[in-house]
């Protein structure tokens, strides 16, 4: 019987290229780098949770990634999975800005373009908040997301619970997520969790609790764009002009 070093080398040619972009954290026993080998080389199913708002500063902070706003994500989850794996569910997490009417218009334009690609809308909310000015000692209105981090990690973790995936993708660089991904390792240890940080965003925390990790380019943005107007059934979905 072949040892583990005779069927790494076996599999080594084989499947090499379907860890291609892929970061993992490093094993010690040869053992378990065979048993990794051979994971990737049969299909794995992966589920994608996308922090949109965490996304969505990222792209807006930079004026050269505005016009990536109009981000397929299904095919940015085809993109990085293999040709055999399957993809389970590609979910957003997000919320409407109710007091900016423009906004909310692009908004909804989007979540329509994504629903029309098979991608499932998660909707929290945001909350006034009353801060007081350190300088002029008043009081002021801001508004803060609330329930996106949350709805994640239970999401996350239930999906883990009844078996939708293999591995998890999550994409966000938020460390509020750290303990769902701490309870997943808990409850179901088989189940890999990695991490796509939004482009220019880290986190070391998130980085060093995932499996593996996933790089969000620029290319990889420029690759998974909507096309300017989806046609769904009689309706056309147009991406907005500020978006361009």
């Given amino acids: 019987m072949a040892g583990p070093l005779e069927l790494g080398r076996l599999f080594s040619d084989t499947i090499s290229t379907s860890l291609v972009g892929l970061a993992a954290r490093p094993q010690a026993s040869s053992d378990v780098w065979v048993f990794f080998y051979a994971d990737r080389y049969l299909m794995a199913r992966y589920a994608f949770y996308i922090d949109g708002f965490n996304v969505y500063y990222a792209l807006q902070q ?3 990634y505005r016009k990536y706003k109009w981000l397929d994500y299904r095919k940015l989850a085809e993109t990085a999975v293999g040709a055999k794996d399957e993809i389970t569910g590609v979910f957003y997490f ?17 979540i329509r373009a994504l629903r029309s690609a098979g991608v499932e809308t998660v909707l929290g909310r ?10 002029c000692h008043q009081f002021f209105t801001t508004h803060e997301e609330k329930q996106s981090d949350v709805n994640i990690a239970l999401k996350l973790v239930t999906d883990a619970v009844e078996d939708l995936y293999d591995k998890a993708l999550i994409v966000s660089a938020d460390s509020d997520l750290i303990p769902a991904i701490s309870s997943i390792q808990r409850l179901v240890p088989d189940k890999e969790i990695g991490v796509m940080f939004p482009i220019g965003r880290n986190s070391y925390e998130l980085l060093r609790k995932a499996a593996f ?3 969000m380019s620029q290319k990889l943005l420029r690759d998974c764009q909507f096309p300017d107007e989806i046609k769904v059934g009689s309706t056309i979905i147009e991406r907005p002009k500020s978006w361009r």
């Fill in 62 to 64: 930079n004026p050269h």
């Fill in 94 to 110: 997000t919320a409407f800005v109710g007091w900016k009417p423009r906004s909310v218009s692009r908004h909804k334009a989007y």
């Fill in 126 to 135: 945001f909350m006034e908040k009353h801060v007081k000015c350190h300088s």
């Fill in 213 to 215: 990790r996933l790089k």
